[in-house]
């Protein structure tokens, strides 16, 4: 089984990437499963239904997301309706939505951090407590860990390393070269990267983030411009076992 995870989506940008590449990657590889975090695809910062609308159109089979999965609030609704969409699984009883799903045969999981990045449940003992409830579940199970901190990705890595296919650490926007199946057969990477433009800093424009860092005035940030690329992870599972087999990072421009 192949899984594609495409990193953070930022704003129209990384839409039009994943509308004109996704396809192209679905037939070259013979993808079975497309997840994406698309918490940032509308105008930067959170996801509206006409956004995840366009990217589940595209291709896309399940939308993760993290701490910005509430700054559209059109999307609320829809958390608990039909759209494959994940909020993070370790937030407080009672919040909308769902942080897993079963899509294609494949379990995935939507984790956020707690360092750096808020107040949340703990995400290894929410995780825990998943797989214990979860009797009948298929082996194959992807984790988006949605985390700040480099060393919380690694430990989350190392923590359910043997019992998931995959953790895919998402939200600090930069790829990192760390792809690898750990021992026990679980696919690791700190951070898939992002889809947006690449004259930006982390998908917003460079010149008011500069400002930002130079005044240390609140300018409102826009999302840039430009050519843009996508960052994306391939797994290639055995749906047997669970265990993965092999991970690739992808890399792909549209100008």
């Given amino acids: 089984m192949l899984i594609l995870a495409i990193g953070d989506i930022i704003g129209k940008p990384g839409r039009w990437a994943v509308g004109e590449l996704l396809p192209r990657l679905r037939q070259e590889y013979g993808v079975d499963l497309v997840i994406a975090n698309g918490e940032n695809a509308a105008g930067g910062i959170g996801l509206t239904p006409d956004t995840a609308q366009e990217l589940l159109a595209a291709g896309v089979d399940v939308l993760t997301s993290g701490n910005h999965i509430w700054a559209q609030k059109e ?49 290894f003992r929410g995780m825990d407590q998943l797989l214990a409830e979860l009797k009948s579940r298929p082996p194959v199970i992807i984790v ?13 890595g190392r923590y359910l390393e043997g ?29 898939i990267g992002m889809t947006g433009p690449t004259d930006s800093i982390i998908g917003d424009d460079a010149d008011m983030v500069l400002q930002r860092f130079l005044t240390a005035l609140p300018y409102r940030l826009s999302v840039g411009t430009g050519k843009v690329m996508l960052n994306a992870i391939l797994v290639k599972v055995d749906d047997k076992s669970g265990r993965a087999i092999s991970i690739e990072r992808l890399y792909r421009e549209v100008e």
């Fill in 144 to 156: 988006d860990f949605h985390a700040e901190a480099t060393s919380e990705k690694v430990a989350m």
């Fill in 75 to 123: 999307i609320i609704p829809y958390l608990d309706g039909e759209m494959p969409i994940l909020r993070p699984l370790n937030y407080p009883p009672g919040v909308p939505g769902r942080g897993y799903i079963v899509r294609n045969g494949v379990l995935v999981v939507n984790l956020i951090g707690r360092t750096f990045i808020g107040n949340f449940d703990c995400p």
């Fill in 163 to 191: 019992r998931v296919s995959a953790v895919l650490g998402t939200h600090t926007h930069v790829g990192t070269i760390d792809a690898q199946v750990l021992p026990k057969g679980t696919a690791y990477v700190t951070d």
